[in-house]
């Protein structure tokens, strides 16, 4: 069955930095797209970053511009979610979530509701 594992959250200082994992199994090699989600307590689920199924395409949300970095190696089956300077306002549950590369979702790519496949979570917590 098709599955996604996260994994690499954890507790960090502000400034800190951590990389998250994204283990996909069951997937066609290639043929999908990964959105990095995140949902804090009392908040709404958001799209954090999202990388096309070769790795060519990249977005990020506008307050992650600079400090997250996505990428891919499909020959791991694995998406990796860099992140740098993190904040407190970081602190999240992060989601990675896979959806077939049909295109639309390169436009669309920050709605969760044009995912199909959802991991668990990861934690993560800024705090000094």
């Known amino acids: 069955q098709s599955q996604l594992v996260e994994s690499g959250g954890g507790l960090v200082q502000p400034g800190g930095s951590l990389r998250l994992s994204c283990a996909a199994s069951g997937f066609t090699k290639g043929n999908y797209v990964i959105g990095w989600f995140r949902q804090a307590p009392g908040k709404e689920r958001e799209g954090v970053s999202f990388?096309?199924?070769?790795?060519?395409?990249?977005n990020y949300a506008d307050s992650m511009k600079g400090r997250f970095t996505i990428s891919r190696d499909n020959a791991k089956n694995t998406v990796y979610l860099q992140m740098n300077s993190l904040k407190p306002e970081d602190t999240a549950v992060y989601y990675c979530?896979?959806?077939?590369?049909?295109?639309?979702?390169?436009?669309?790519?920050?709605?969760?509701?044009?995912?199909?496949?959802w991991g668990q979570g990861t934690q993560v917590t800024v705090s000094s």
């Open positions: 990388i096309s199924s070769r790795g060519g395409t990249t």
């Open positions: 979530a896979a959806a077939a590369d049909l295109g639309r979702t390169y436009y669309y790519w920050s709605r969760w509701t044009e995912y199909n496949y």
